[in-house]
């Protein structure tokens, strides 16, 4: 049974978070959330995230997971906004504990931040499956751009998080820690040996010159064809040769150290501190 997949795009993030449904229970999964942040100002909003809420009220969904492809580095979550208003589990991959570790040291976080992924309802295994409605779903553990990526593979369709783009713009960065070039090269692989058929929902897409409009999907066989970075033809030393000197020049995501101290958290700030206020740490490698 294939799901009904409505696409929802933040430009401020080109963040693209997907409502997947099943058309015969009215069960769904919201995956890839986002939380509106200004970091000028340090304030949230949830813009994004009620258009999500309201198409899911409208449709009349009960909503049973609320679920990551990773711990995103361009953008907060939206999960435990939404689920304080529709309910449903909390879910990424198990190797969420990895990041916590690196990250919890890096923000030194406090004594009582748990680096065990318990913040999360659920941490899921490599080849794990589990049902929205009567759908079935796959999670296959695809790490490279960070070492807790998923892939949610359903009939038909799969939820690739930030390890693909469209064919023009190529493949994730792998400078982050815990990253690896020839981990994500075979983890792609990994997801175009599904059917040629099968539509891959991206997680971001970015302006590039050959078209001039945003798009949330593609296929693994148009991926195989065409991919700039890892496209059949290219084999795995040439894809690691060229990702990693294409690392060396990117800038940090804007909102990379917002993001991760709150999304390795389960969307959520730093507990407050004796003054009533929550903080984001922003470390400093002073000259």
Same mark, same amino acid.
């Given at each position: 049974?294939k799901?009904?997949i ?10 693209? #978070? @997907? ?21 000028? #100002? ?38 435990? @906004? ?8 909390? =879910?990424?991959?198990?190797? /969420? ?16 931040f ?6 999360f309802? %659920? ?26 990526? /998923? ?21 994730? %960065? ?10 994500? @090269? ?15 929902y991206?997680?971001?897409? @970015? ?9 949330? %999907?593609?296929?693994v ?22 990702? %990693? ?41 002073? =000259?």
């Open positions: 049974m799901p009904e409505e696409a929802f795009f933040d430009e401020a993030t080109y963040t693209y #978070s @997907y409502v997947v449904a099943d058309p015969q229970s009215n069960t769904a999964a919201v995956i890839d959330s986002v939380l509106d942040y200004d970091p000028a #100002s340090g304030r949230t909003a949830t813009t994004s995230a009620d258009r999500i809420l309201d198409f899911v009220r409208k449709q009349g969904l009960e909503v049973a997971w609320i679920l990551e492809t990773h711990v995103h580095a361009d953008h907060l979550s939206g999960a435990s @906004y939404l689920q304080a208003q529709l309910g449903g589990q909390t =879910a990424l991959g198990s190797q /969420v504990t990895e990041v916590q570790s690196v990250f919890g040291d890096l923000f030194n976080a406090e004594p009582e748990a680096r065990d992924g318990s913040q309802d %659920r941490l899921f295994e490599d080849g794990e499956i589990f049902r929205v409605g009567n759908l079935e779903c796959t999670v296959w553990h695809t790490p490279g751009h960070t070492p807790a990526c /998923v892939t949610y593979v359903f009939e038909g369709a799969a939820f690739v998080g930030d390890t693909i783009f469209m064919p023009d713009y190529g493949t994730a %960065r792998t400078d982050f820690p815990g990253g690896d070039a020839h981990v994500l @090269y075979r983890s792609i692989r990994r997801i175009l040996s599904l059917p040629e058929q099968t539509v891959l991206l997680c971001h897409d @970015y302006e590039t010159e050959s078209r001039d409009a945003f798009c949330c %999907r593609t296929t066989a148009d991926e195989r064809q065409s991919n700039i970075h890892v496209r059949d033809a290219v084999s795995e030393e040439e894809f690691v040769t060229f990702r %990693r000197a294409r690392d060396k020049d990117l800038a940090a995501p804007r909102l990379l150290l917002p993001s991760v101290q709150f999304n390795m958290r389960g969307a959520a700030f730093a507990p407050p501190e004796d003054n009533g206020m929550q903080y984001l740490k922003i470390p400093v490698r002073a =000259a």
